[in-house]
């Protein structure tokens, strides 16, 4: 049998045009495809510089996040400086925390006077004010509250060519104290004075604090004789109920601690409102209410306790009153996790036993 012969295709001009320019199109088509790439990663790269870049700046005491046009920074163990400019020390913000056991039982004041001496000193740091210079002029103050619910005082100042506003506020046993300040003649102060105000708003993170009374706010500016003896007497009722109440924890503890406690801290809220309290803390008075303090922790710790047993054995019944009992006895400032604590509790067994309901329902 004969080996059968492939025929010889012979190119023409026809065959060789098209060959070549289906060769062209799809050399075009790859530089095309690859030129598009080429762009998109340009594009997505530019998109990138041009995007705002932050950065969270963490110290001790709070964690910020800088805004986009933040060029610069100085960072501390409890202070951290904002600069808007490359070469420039205004505009900036700083923010100084300061921790003294004494903060926790300090009344926050509205008086201008107390907040200039405050601002004056930021104001040296940051070279702004010479040692000699005049204080800063507080044209007012107003109350605000932070994100995360911390009330604050707002100062508004100028001093020359700046102006500026403060925020003075205390977490627990931690004082803080923001200053942004910006030139007066700049067009965009309005622009400056929010994102000074909103930083703190946004931008910045406290740790945990406990407050353990009920902080004042005042004006001591405001304070006059007439009131200050109104207060003092006051002080003194509070003094001797809690006098009172100390000597029968001893023989009564269960219905003596709690008023004891409450009372004391009643008296301690008045003399912070007069800045007073410093006498109350050098008292041997306070570290018998420190001492209260512990016991009525372990109390309440006992009261958990007997929950998470009734809990483990089944009974839900004796549970859920516990719960109940603790969120209406856990009445102190501090107390309010465990009061959250407990009110948690009782909505997951009430859901526990409606979800058992449903489903012996759905049996039926």
């Known amino acids: 049998m004969n080996k059968a012969e492939r025929p010889v295709i012979v190119p023409t001009a026809l065959s060789t045009s098209v060959l070549l320019w289906s060769a062209v199109f799809v050399a075009a088509f790859g530089a095309a495809l690859f030129a598009y790439s080429a762009w998109s990663r340009l594009d997505a790269a530019r998109a990138r510089l041009a995007a705002p870049v932050t950065k969270t700046v963490e110290t001790d005491f709070f964690r910020l996040t800088a805004p986009a046009d933040c060029c610069r920074y100085v960072q501390e163990t409890n202070r951290v400086v904002l600069y808007f400019h490359e070469q420039e020390k205004v505009p900036f913000l700083s923010l100084v925390a300061r921790r003294d ?44 509250r932070l ?49 000074g105000v909103g930083l703190l708003t946004q931008g910045l993170d406290l740790p945990k604090a406990t407050e353990r009374f009920a902080r ?116 102190l400032e501090d107390e309010s996790l465990r009061r959250r604590r407990a009110a948690q509790t009782l909505a997951a067994i009430d859901a526990a036993r409606a979800a058992a309901l449903q489903k012996q329902k759905g049996k039926k």
């Open 147 to 195: 994100r995360q619910g911390t009330p604050v005082v707002r100062a508004f100042f100028n001093l020359d060519a700046h102006e500026g506003i403060a925020l003075a506020f205390y977490a627990g046993d931690v004082s803080y104290l923001a200053v942004a300040v910006w030139n007066a003649d700049v067009a965009a102060r309005d622009e400056a004075a929010r994102d």
């Open 101 to 144: 056991a004494a903060f926790a039982y300090r009344a926050l004041d509205f008086n201008p006077a107390l907040l200039a001496r405050q601002i004056t000193s930021v104001l040296r740091d940051e070279q702004v004010l010479g040692p000699d210079g005049a204080p800063p002029n507080v044209i007012g103050t107003a109350l605000a």
């Open 216 to 331: 004042p706010i005042i004006d001591s500016a405001a304070l006059d004789a007439a009131e200050h003896a109104r207060i003092d007497a006051e002080e003194g009722r509070e003094h001797a109920l809690w006098k009172l109440y100390a000597q029968r924890v001893a023989t009564e503890p269960e219905a003596a601690l709690l008023p004891a406690i409450e009372h004391f801290r009643r008296r301690l809220t008045l003399a912070s409102s007069v800045h007073e309290e410093s006498d109350v803390l050098a008292s041997e008075d306070f570290q018998t209410y420190l001492a209260f303090l512990r016991r009525r922790t372990k109390v309440v710790d006992d009261w958990f306790v007997l929950l998470d047993k009734y809990r483990a054995v089944g009974d839900l019944d004796a549970a859920r009153e516990q719960a109940e009992y603790i969120r209406r006895h856990a009445t």
